[in-house]
């Protein structure tokens, strides 16, 4: 899921105060916001209560079932229209794609009220951590399902580095170094290190990613965009 | 062939101190770093931003080594915490250029601990990798295997962790770098001897030459700031009594790196003389242990 965190109240408040905003529409998120509690019903009511303390009047608020879901926004903006209408600001309580889906919908200003974090592991009820950066040229098979790009805080795919010590981490000095988790785990199946790892190709990565099942299946070419085969390497074509 | 690697690979004992280029664009400290430090040196490190704090390039000030050193050689570091793959080959083959002939390829500090936090890390590339590259380049073509116009010819040099457990990793993590180009080690403060033998034995098979690191512990605030700051290094207490019980800290800093250098003589290839800015105790370690 993505883990989005609070963002600065006082940013919130400079983007209302710009456009001189006196009302506004507040948008959470049923999926990843609610499990993150940065924006579910319970965060999207903190924050009509502030808003109300700071003297705005809201409109409405809804909660997407998924924020960053094109069809369901539209539809839930449809329900909420004399709301968001009477407003003059959207504050959406998701992660930034489902903040670019209701700003697609709306024709209002509408701003970010939580910062997206990163694509977390649910470690568990409220605990997540970050083990993953969807580089798009996974080393996993490498590494003994340990990921160096995120788990080493230098992202370095051959390691340790010379700041290792005692097995932990030089710059999270309270975490183990990751590398010393990678050769341990692959000792323990069996495995070896082979080699070294090459320099990753970052240029599956480049951005803006997208795939298009659709068109694909229908046999036609998508509409290009800035990567036509976003996870699709030259190796493997 | 330079001075440096020719002696390092005709066996004979080698001497390599450090100099840091300066914060700003006036070197003078740093000459005079390298007036004092060349006579009794084959080879100085110039240091690549240390501690992921804002330095003169090592590019530059390698050369004002070259140019000021007498014949003491510039060992330009590389770190790949600032460049992307790109700038190191540009970087490296602009090095070749300048005369700088011996190279130290090193990941480099995480930027969060140095003076711009906010930095993105770049980190591109790896240590290993960057020697792969590098060594690639002294055959004459890119990482990409494009042939070049014209190639380099590095001497190449790695960094050492001998202390660090679990030894198997880290021996196995040096191997790597061995197999990945890298002739020549400079190893991290050496303060148990023994853990630093049993490096030069594990080594010995590849050909490669361990210098060894000797630090100057010359004050209780040095030692303080090694081990609350500094990377991957502790100060065993034998050390942080002896200077810290001493009347003159300094000169049992000096005495104990002295014994340091008398007991890694017959070891090491090398050693590496950190003085952290005690610019003439150098002499008289190096006078000391008799290696001069
Ligand atoms: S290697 Fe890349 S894709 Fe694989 S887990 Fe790590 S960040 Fe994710
Ligand atoms: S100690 Fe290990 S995990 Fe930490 S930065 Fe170095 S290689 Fe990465």
Redesign the interface.
């Known amino acids: 899921m993505i883990v989005t965190k609070p963002r600065d109240w006082n940013r919130i408040k400079a983007n209302l105060a710009e456009i001189d905003a006196k009302s506004v529409f507040i948008m959470g998120c049923g999926e990843c916001a609610t499990v993150a509690h940065t924006g579910g019903q319970a965060e999207i009511m903190v924050a009509k209560a502030r808003l109300e303390a700071e003297g705005y009047s809201v409109t409405g608020s809804a909660v997407g079932a998924v924020t960053c879901h094109s069809g369901g926004v539209n539809l839930d903006m449809r329900k909420h229209r004399a709301e968001v209408d009477a407003a003059d600001a959207v504050l959406v309580l998701s992660c930034g794609a489902g903040v670019q889906t209701v700003a697609d919908a709306v024709k209002k200003p509408t701003y970010p009220g939580l910062e997206s974090a990163f694509l977390g592991n649910v470690v568990r009820h409220g605990v997540f951590e970050e083990r993953c950066q969807m580089c798009g040229d996974c080393v996993l098979d490498k590494t003994a399902g340990i990921c160096p790009v995120t788990t080493c805080?230098?992202?370095?795919?051959?390691?340790?580095?010379?700041?290792?010590?005692?097995?932990m981490c030089?710059?999270l000095t309270d975490r183990e170094c990751a590398?010393?988790k990678i050769?341990r785990r692959l000792a323990e199946q069996g495995r070896g290190?082979k080699?070294?790892?090459?320099?990753?190709d970052?240029s599956v990565k480049r951005g803006p990613g997208s795939v298009n099942t659709r068109d694909a299946a229908l046999g036609r070419k998508p509409a290009s965009t800035a990567t036509d085969k976003p996870f699709t390497t030259e190796k493997d074509a | 062939m330079g001075k440096f690697r020719d002696a390092l690979v005709r066996g004979e004992f080698v001497i390599t101190g450090e100099v840091a280029p300066p914060h700003g664009t006036d070197y003078s400290a740093m000459l005079e770093s390298v007036r004092k430090l060349s006579p009794f040196c084959h080879a100085l490190n110039v240091t690549d931003n240390q501690g992921a704090t804002l330095h003169l390039s090592s590019l530059a000030a390698s050369r004002v080594v070259l140019e000021n050193g007498n014949g003491c050689e510039p060992i330009f570091q590389q770190t790949c915490r600032d460049r992307n793959r790109l700038a190191l080959q540009s970087d490296l083959l602009a090095a070749w250029t300048l005369g700088l002939e011996n190279v130290l390829v090193v990941t480099g500090d995480d930027p969060r601990g140095g003076d711009h936090p906010k930095a993105k890390g770049v980190f591109d590339m790896d240590s290993t990798q960057l020697l792969q590259v590098t060594k690639g380049m002294n055959e004459g073509v890119d990482m990409n295997g494009t042939p070049l116009d014209g190639a380099t010819d590095f001497f190449m040099g790695g960094a050492l962790f001998p202390e660090a457990e679990p030894w198997d990793i880290q021996l196995e993590r040096g191997l790597q770098k061995v197999e990945a180009g890298a002739e020549f080690f400079q190893t991290q403060a050496v303060t148990d001897v023994d853990k630093f033998a049993r490096a030069v034995e594990a080594f010995e098979p590849t050909g490669a030459k361990l210098i060894a690191g000797i630090l100057l512990f010359k004050s209780p605030r040095v030692i303080k700031f090694i081990n609350e700051r500094l990377a991957g290094l502790m100060v065993p207490d034998w050390i942080t009594d002896r200077v810290t019980g001493a009347e003159k800290p300094l000169d049992e800093a000096i005495a104990i790196a002295i014994e340091q250098a008398i007991q890694l003589k017959d070891i090491a290839h090398g050693i590496h003389i950190m003085p952290l800015g005690s610019d003439d105790a150098v002499a008289r370690i190096i006078e000391g242990a008799e290696l001069g």
């Not at chain 1, 805080?153 to 097995?167: A, E, F, H």
């Not at chain 1, 080699?195 to 990753?200: L, N, S």
Request: charged share 15%.
């Open positions: 805080p230098k992202g370095l795919l051959n390691g340790p580095c010379g700041g290792m010590w005692n097995g030089e710059v590398h010393v050769r290190m080699g070294v790892i090459a320099p990753k970052y």
